[in-house]
């Protein structure tokens, strides 16, 4: 399962919503930005395969759409509090 970062533009469309609009949502509901919440919900992906699934913090990484491991764990544990060797 690889990983990507989707654009506010690509889950607009999946969504049916403007980027504008999609923006204002996310802002009211969750106070995130929508880069902000895409990243969020790619490093909860990331975390729930290093829980669940046992992945390595490279296969992390790939899931949560960074080339870099050591780019993967500065944001994991800033959005977290921990590091992804913490909840392996």
Do not use: C
Request: without cysteine; charged residues 25%; positive net charge.
């Amino acid at each position: 399962q690889s990983g990507h970062w989707i654009t506010a533009e690509e889950l607009g469309q999946r969504v049916g919503m403007s980027p504008n609009s999609l923006q204002r949502l996310l802002n009211r509901t969750y106070g995130l930005s929508t880069s902000r919440f895409i990243r969020r919900f790619m490093l909860e992906k990331a975390r729930e395969a290093l829980e669940r699934d046992t992945v390595s913090i490279a296969e992390a990484a790939h899931i949560a759409g960074y080339s870099s491991p050591a780019n993967f764990s500065t944001a994991f544990k800033r959005e977290f509090g921990l590091s992804p060797k913490q909840v392996t």
